[in-house]
């Protein structure tokens, strides 16, 4: 977990970057550097404080000596003037509204120029009156599209993506697992069963009735709760401090623990099903455990698997649970051992320095052999046409295979392969030569532009290509931003599959790109899958649990995942593909 002081000194930095763009090119320079300070802050292993202690704040990349010194002021003061200052010359409310489609630094200014609108509340009722349709360089097309992008962003204004809720929800039952009167505790709800946004984060804690009011009295404290909801003997619901967001306490006692944690985590319609086929064997089954019928008897209640056993069921891990044919693979003993993250051994997506990533390419392997358990690792940065990414061309990619050999010597071992992202060109050629893209490790070849079209047709072409690996984030979204680009993902995946083409789960918490329902089509035609984490800072790498959470979701066990291999049997697969051409 990020400390605090970093994730509120990376906001205050990420906000004056957007307050720099707003204001307009002549800050360019600023705009771009705070921004990238944001995201080194964001990045580091520790607490902020410990670089200034030790003298070293200028020794991080993008930290010059303005910088530093605001850094020095926000952890000796909690504010930093200048930034009080940029809120006020700015209708700051309206910043906000950047991330959103439609919505560019230049676009709010007329707004804000024309209409005298501050507000975000007042911009939406001028968009909905057709008032900013009227202002010159927008019109209707540009006001329609204003709209849409507002409707796509409430998804993760109502709802938290998932890994925000992890971090969150994380963070608090560790808080709660300190306490000497907890019994257990877990997440329960679709928080527990990984689905990609969250609503509220639930938590499910076991303890003896005497010690349930101080369990609920440290919940609905300051510390925790910005506001309490609803605060009982048993349960409790509040809102949470640092985030803004709803968390529900439900606490039981331990001969109850099983059946709660079954029922709590769901899915509803998982539980509906398995009601039902209790029923039918003579069973009741409720939060408070499993009985019989015909008198009331309780047979199971301590734990899930005690009660998925009683009922003839193998254990469903929580990530299986949505009514979509588990109960029934469960009922003959097919379960599959999904993948985790103990089997992964490498990333295959992630960018350095040479293009849009923070770190050197040397930087981030000793980052990665220092905290993974990886054999390898993939540098994939962006091919040429990413020229807003810095992308390399075929002289620089050749130089960046150069480097790589030398870290690898330096490093006694080929942890490093030389890869690319390589774009996908609107005729899906790709915009790397094949004499170059031949002399690489691994190939990801992904779409940057052309969202508003079909893109089944460029995708396909791009996994004819003989050196094309893996398709990069394929239905190209982001969530509560940007809609999937058209596809017909059946039509990827079975060219995938005739190809020997890998599909990426991009494991960017905007992205989850497969979803799970495309990994689990994918996964049932046999096609190979990757988890990359597209790391473009350290912070990324631990990103890859999200992915692997999406594989767990697509029923994958470690032999549908290409990443789970070693490099030697990678190698093979590779070949396969070159063989598919013959």
């Not at 980052?367 to 054999?375: I, L, R, S």
Request: hydrophobic share 40%; glycine share 6%; net charge positive.
């Amino acid at each position: 977990m990020r400390p605090e002081l970093n994730k509120n000194l990376s906001r205050i930095f990420s906000d004056m970057s957007m307050i720099y763009r707003y204001v307009g090119a002549d800050e360019r320079f600023r705009a771009v550097a705070y921004s990238k300070a944001a995201k080194v802050i964001s990045s580091l292993p520790e607490e902020i404080s410990v670089y200034m202690r030790s003298h070293t704040l200028k020794d991080l990349p993008g930290i010059g000596e303005s910088i530093a010194e605001k850094i020095e002021e926000f952890i000796k003061t909690g504010i930093i003037k200048k930034y009080e200052q940029l809120k006020k010359s700015v209708p700051f409310e309206l910043l906000g509204l950047t991330e959103i489609k439609g919505f560019g630094p230049q676009s709010l200014k007329a707004i804000h120029k024309e209409l005298k609108i501050s507000k975000k509340e007042d911009l939406v009722k001028a968009l909905q009156e057709g008032k900013i349709e009227k202002i010159k360089g927008f019109g209707k097309k540009k006001s329609a599209a204003m709209l849409r992008g507002l409707k796509l962003h409430k998804t993760i204004e109502e709802r938290m993506l998932l890994w925000d809720a992890l971090e969150a929800g994380e963070k608090l039952i560790g808080q709660i697992k300190k306490l000497p009167e907890v019994q257990q505790a877990e997440l329960a709800g679709s928080l527990r069963r990984k689905k990609e946004t969250i609503g509220d984060i639930d938590l499910l804690v076991a303890a003896a009735d005497k010690d349930r009011k101080e369990i609920i009295s440290f919940f609905t404290s300051s510390q925790i709760a910005k506001n309490i909801l609803a605060k009982g003997d048993t349960k409790a619901s509040i809102i949470l401090k640092d985030t803004g967001r709803q968390a529900d306490l439900r606490i039981v006692n331990m001969e109850e623990w099983g059946s709660a944690l079954q029922y709590f985590t769901g899915s509803k319609e998982h539980n509906i099903h398995l009601r039902t086929l209790a029923k039918e064997k003579g069973y009741k089954i409720s939060e408070y455990g499993l009985f019989l019928i015909k008198n009331e008897k309780k047979v199971a209640g301590k734990s899930e698997e005690a009660i998925y056993k009683k009922l003839g069921f193998q254990f469903i891990p929580p990530e299986m649970r949505e009514d979509r044919g588990e109960l029934e693979l469960s009922a003959k003993g097919k379960i599959p051992r999904l993948v985790s993250m103990e089997d992964i051994r490498g990333d295959l997506q992630m960018h350095s320095d040479w293009s849009d990533g923070l770190h050197s390419i040397e930087e981030i392997a000793k980052f990665v052999k220092q905290n993974f358990k990886y054999d390898y690792i993939a540098i994939t940065d962006h091919s040429k046409s990413s020229r807003i990414a810095n992308g390399l061309d075929e002289r620089r990619i050749l130089m960046q295979v150069k480097e790589i050999e030398s870290i690898n010597k330096r490093l006694g071992e080929s942890f490093v392969k030389a890869g690319i992202e390589v774009d996908i060109l609107p005729d899906g050629t790709l915009d790397i030569s094949d004499e170059i893209l031949s002399q690489l490790h691994w190939v990801t070849a992904s779409i940057h532009s052309g969202f508003n079209k079909d893109n089944t047709d460029r995708i396909i072409r791009a996994c004819k290509n003989h050196y094309v690996n893996c398709i990069g984030h394929p239905s190209g979204r982001l969530i509560g931003n940007r809609e999937p680009y058209k596809l017909d993902i059946g039509a990827v995946i079975q060219a995938a599959k005739e190809t020997n083409t890998a599909l990426e789960i991009n494991a960017q918490p905007e992205r989850m790109d497969l979803n799970d329902e495309q990994a689990m089509l994918a996964r049932e035609k046999k096609v190979r899958l990757v988890i990359s984490t597209d790391s473009h800072l350290s912070a990324n790498f631990y990103l890859m649990k999200l992915g692997v959470s999406i594989a767990r979701r697509a029923w994958c066990s470690s032999a549908d995942i290409i990443n789970t291999m070693q490099w030697r049997d990678i190698q093979r697969v590779l070949k396969k593909k070159s063989m598919s051409f013959a």
